[in-house]
C-alpha cells in the first residue's frame, strides 16, 4: 500500500480534518507526525486535553507517531512517504523543513477563516496543494474545495433539542490590545439589513480586533434573549498559550447583568452537538461560527471582533448594537452562502470530497 504521513500541529486546527484518518487508513499505512501543540511534551492551554480524545478515536490508525515542537528538531526520512497532509497551512512549526525534505506532494489544509492569505503565500513553500472550505476561496488551481470534514457529523444533531444560547468568544476585553494581523478588511454588505450607522467607530481602517468587552455583551442584550428563549447562556471561550481562565471567568463575572444565566466552557469534546443545542447564536466571525450556519441556527457575527475571511458576503455579519443583532437572530442563514462557502456543507459530506482529491492526487503524482 501508499504510505501517507499525516502531520498535525494544532489541536482546534487539525480537529476539522481528524474525522478523514479512517478512510485514510483504508487506502494508505499511515504515520503521524506530531508538533507544536500536539506534541504530548508541550504543557495543553486549557482544561480539557484534548490530545488525549484524539489518541483515543485516531491512534489505533497510526503505524509510527512521531512528536517534537519543531519539524527540524526530529529526523524522519520524508523521502519515503507517497503522500504528506498537514492540518496548516502556515509557514510554522517546521512545516517549511518537512516541504523542503520530501520527494512526494504534500497538501495542507486552510488554517481557518482569515485575511491573511495564507492559502497562497505558502505554495511552493510549505505545500503543493491547499484544501480550502468552498468554490468561493479557489483563486488558483492548486486550490482544493474539500469543505469541513468534522461538520459532516452535524447531520445526527439535525433534530436535538435546544437547551441553550451560545456566545462565541475571541478575545476578552481582558487581553489589552490584539493586533488583527491583517489590512484591507471588507465592509461586510448591508442588503436586506440595517444601515451601518456606526462604521466609523468600527471601520475597516482598524487593524486591532474590537474585543469582547461590556459594550460589547451589552448590546447581546442577553438578559433579553434568556427571558424570550427561557434558556442559559453558554459562553465558548478559544483557549491559547495565554490564557487564564480564573482570570477570564471573573472578567466575565465583573462584565456580564446581574440575574443572567450562564455557564463558561473552554475544550469541549464534542463541538458539534453545542452548536447544535443552540437556539441562536452570536459570535466572532470563525470558522467554529460555520457549523450553527450550516445547521440554519439562526446566527449574528459582530463585525471586528475576529477577522472576516469568507464571511464578507454573508448577511448576519453586522456591526455592533442590539437592533442590529436582534434583526439577524430573527432570521435563518442563507443556504445560498453554505453552497458557495463550504463544499458539502449542505448535505454534510465534505468527507467524500477531501478523500477523493487525495485519491487523486496520489494516483496522478505517484502512478
Known amino acids: 500500500m501508499k504510505r501517507i504521513l499525516f502531520v498535525t500541529t494544532q489541536y482546534r486546527v487539525g480537529e476539522r480534518i481528524y474525522p478523514i484518518i479512517p478512510k485514510l487508513g483504508a487506502i494508505a499505512d499511515l504515520d503521524i507526525l506530531k508538533l507544536y501543540q500536539m506534541d504530548p511534551a508541550t504543557e495543553w492551554d486549557g482544561d480539557v486535553d484534548l490530545r488525549l480524545e484524539f489518541d483515543k478515536k485516531y491512534g489505533k490508525y497510526f503505524d509510527n507517531t512521531y512528536a517534537c515542537q519543531h519539524a527540524a528538531d526530529i529526523k524522519i526520512d ?12 502556515r509557514q510554522y512549526n517546521g512545516l517549511t523543513h518537512i516541504y523542503t525534505n520530501r520527494s512526494c506532494i504534500l497538501l495542507a489544509c486552510c488554517h481557518g477563516v482569515t485575511d491573511h492569505g495564507y492559502e497562497n503565500h505558502g505554495v511552493g513553500k510549505s505545500f503543493d496543494g491547499c484544501f480550502v472550505f468552498g468554490e468561493k476561496e479557489v483563486t488558483q488551481e492548486y486550490h482544493l474545495p474539500s469543505g469541513i470534514p468534522a461538520n459532516d457529523k452535524l447531520s445526527e444533531y439535525k433534530d436535538i433539542d435546544k437547551e441553550h444560547i451560545l456566545v462565541i468568544v475571541n478575545y476578552l476585553g481582558n487581553a489589552g490590545t490584539i493586533s488583527t494581523g491583517a489590512s484591507g478588511i471588507k465592509k461586510p454588505s448591508t442588503e436586506g439589513l440595517i444601515a451601518f450607522d456606526s462604521w466609523g467607530h468600527h471601520g475597516s481602517h482598524h487593524t486591532v480586533f474590537k474585543l469582547f468587552d461590556k ?25 491559547r498559550p495565554t490564557t487564564n481562565i480564573k482570570s477570564d471567568v471573573d472578567y466575565l463575572a465583573s462584565i456580564l447583568p446581574e440575574g443572567l444565566d450562564y455557564n463558561v466552557l473552554f475544550d469541549v469534546e464534542n463541538d458539534n452537538k453545542l452548536i447544535a443545542q443552540s437556539e441562536v447564536v452570536i459570535s466572532a466571525p470563525s470558522t467554529l461560527a460555520l457549523k450553527s450556519l450550516q445547521l440554519q441556527i439562526p446566527t449574528a457575527l459582530l463585525f471586528g471582533t475576529g477577522q472576516t475571511g469568507l464571511f464578507h458576503d454573508y448577511n448576519g455579519l453586522v456591526p455592533l448594537g442590539k437592533e442590529n443583532i436582534k434583526t439577524v437572530l430573527n432570521q435563518k442563514p442563507d443556504v445560498a452562502f453554505i453552497n458557495k462557502t463550504i463544499t458539502g456543507g449542505i448535505k454534510f459530506n465534505s468527507t467524500d470530497y477531501f478523500i477523493n482529491y487525495i485519491m487523486q492526487c496520489m494516483e496522478q503524482y505517484n502512478g
Not at 520524508?78 to 497551512?89: A, E, Q, R
Not at 459594550?215 to 483557549?239: C, G, H, R, S
Open 78 to 89: 520524508y523521502t519515503k512517504y507517497d503522500l504528506i497532509i498537514t492540518d496548516d497551512n
Open 215 to 239: 459594550e460589547v455583551f451589552d448590546a447581546m442584550d442577553l438578559l433579553e434573549l434568556q427571558k424570550q428563549y427561557n434558556k442559559p447562556i453558554v459562553i465558548k471561550m478559544k483557549a
